[in-house]
């Protein structure tokens, strides 16, 4: 193998695969990116049996052939380097890398160890922008959670809705669960899938590198799904299991209602929640429309108590409610508006949070039960 | 006790004091910060039993006294709250919050139990602004750890020159010493003592909280030193012992003069100290005037090896010396020029490092002996 690049797109291509490797003590390899050239471009590929990332960087191929060496030395080592061209070259038993005024050899392990990465049999195709996706992602992965009794809520349901143009985004640990609706650009058929939230989190780790404007294509096989970025491929296994069917507990008969400020009910949140029992984060709410008077508090025999009113709008039934103050929180920074609308039934059920101009994003919170 | 004042003046000083605090589990009032009123302020204080932290605030006092509360709580608290007028009671075992629309109350202990911070008898004053003894702290501090077999370098050496007006700050951990000169305000008569680490780190942390020019005022005592930073005291014992003489191992017959750029030379030695024997750390200069090249290299088993060329103006004689690349890096890291001289005798004698036109830094390096 031997071929010459710019040190900028070796750079780039190693941000996109080697951050999914990490030290692995079993099967060492995985600590290793495999380089491989084909017609005019060099393939930089990483995997952890789960996941498999690859990605295509322009170069002079001199000679083609496979190696992989250690992810974090070569990635660390290259984004050190001056942007010229690198002349890189598999030596007996390393890397050579060239430049004006360097050259360094890392040792490596040759291809054939490597574990292969399956090719995805195509079966149905959508596609999306990136910065609707990546949008999608970053408000419901903060839900998830990897659960091994439940792993069909250890990822998000991708629910594509092709009539109404959406892909719906779900994710929950059980304690409070995200619904993001995101525009879908094309696709062909509904679809439901769970893809796994170590998936999911490269996934959108990549979509972040990516500042243009793009096209992600996603491909779905019966067990596996492929995100094409541009030059990129990200595979993975798909989660098997039914999610559950969270539509039935939204709350609709609702009792309750309050509007108010984001920052002053996160300030509030925090702050009182400073005073909860630890390990639990009880904060009580107590709501009274008719003295217009919404007060949160908490108390821990070991640290004190704390009560604050929060200014809101209240209308509906008197009602109580106590909230782990983290899960609240979590529900209220990813709501972008000014303006938060907290809907409950009662004490017993999910109350349900959401912005008050932004329809396509709820977050259900369950109550602490007294 | 009973008083009135600022969210934002007692935030500001419960972030001069707070910090000092950590949790203490054999001693847990020491996790504690101590509130006390005298005319028209509120005093907070702190200490660890070798350091301790006073600063006042200005506030209304109706009924004087004094009570101790969890630091960690109390700062995290008052941070959180807008910024509007509090009225602060003790309680019979609380220390009660109030504002417009919140109260609180956290959980103390009474100050009896809570340890005295010595008053300095005054001796010997000096005076500095808070930018050049900043500027000092912030150059030394890196060089300067915890010895226990050698407790005179656990700390920085202050000599106080009063006909240059100068104040000499040195550090060393016996690997790497700095010199730093600043410039002093006031002074009667020539002094060196040892100050402590933590000490000084705390300092360093409280003058990076004040923005506006300040005199901070020193006060020394045999065993004590007690620094005045506007309405906050810092009062700290002092390290018995003789600093080492350090100016003997000040190269003075230079061999071989390298001058470089200190942003080439700072990616060189990372790139090249990625390939390094770990925990050795070693890198290899080879400096040869007659071919004007130098060479910086390192060679490890495990990794592989790594060779770089480095432009720089060179003169005197060929000489090879090895660093720990980590501890050049420090070095060159607190040099504020773009250009760096690296001064070398051989590679058995310290070689010294200075920015090109700032004489009042030095960093001493000693090689590694192969």
């Known amino acids: 193998m031997n071929f010459e690049c710019l040190q900028e797109n070796l750079n780039k291509g190693l941000l996109i695969v080697g951050h999914l490797v990490g ?19 060099l393939e930089l590929i990483s995997t952890n049996l789960e996941i498999g990332i690859k990605t295509k960087i322009r170069g002079k191929v001199e000679k083609k052939g496979s190696y992989t060496v250690p992810a974090q030395l070569l990635v660390n080592y290259i984004n050190l380097l001056p942007n010229e061209i690198l002349k890189i070259e598999k030596t007996e038993s390393a890397l050579q890398i060239k430049g004006k005024k360097y050259e360094t050899k890392i040792k490596g392990t040759e291809t054939e160890e490597f574990p292969l990465i399956p090719e995805i049999k195509e079966e149905e195709k959508f596609q999306i922008k990136n910065e609707n996706l990546k949008e999608g992602l970053k408000k419901v992965l903060p839900s998830v959670k990897e659960n091994e009794i439940r792993p069909e809520i250890s990822g998000v349901l991708f629910d594509f809705q092709i009539k109404e143009k959406e892909l719906i985004l779900v994710g929950t640990d059980s304690y409070r669960l995200t619904e993001k609706k995101v525009i879908l650009k094309e696709g062909k058929k509904d679809k439901k899938i769970i893809v796994p939230l170590k998936t999911l989190q490269e996934l959108l780790r990549i979509l972040e590198l990516e500042q243009e404007e793009r096209i992600i294509e996603i491909n779905i096989s019966e067990s596996q799904i492929l995100f094409k970025i541009n030059e990129t491929e990200l ?55 008719q003295e217009n008077k919404l007060v949160i508090s908490s108390i821990s025999d070991k640290k004190g108590e704390s009560t604050s009113q929060l200014e809101a709008d209240l209308s509906g039934e008197e009602n109580d409610i106590v909230f782990n103050w983290r899960y609240l929180l979590d529900g209220l920074n990813n709501i972008d508006s000014s303006e938060v609308v907290l809907e409950v039934i009662n004490k017993d059920n999910p109350a349900l949070l959401k912005s008050l101009d932004d329809k396509s994003y709820l977050y259900l919170i369950m109550p602490i039960k007294e």
């Not at 060492?28 to 084909?38: E, G, V, Y």
């Not at 925090?270 to 009880?282: A, H, M, P, R, W």
């Open 23 to 41: 030290r692995n003590i079993t099967l060492p390899i995985l600590s290793n990116i495999l380089l491989r050239t084909k017609e005019g471009v």
């Open 235 to 289: 595979i993975s296994r798909l989660i098997n299991g039914q999610y559950p069917d969270y539509k039935k507990i939204i709350p609709q008969e609702i009792k309750t209602k309050v509007i108010t400020s984001r920052d002053d009910f996160v300030k509030i949140v925090k702050s009182v929640g400073l005073f909860s029992q630890t390990e639990i984060n009880d904060i009580y709410l107590k709501i009274n429309p």
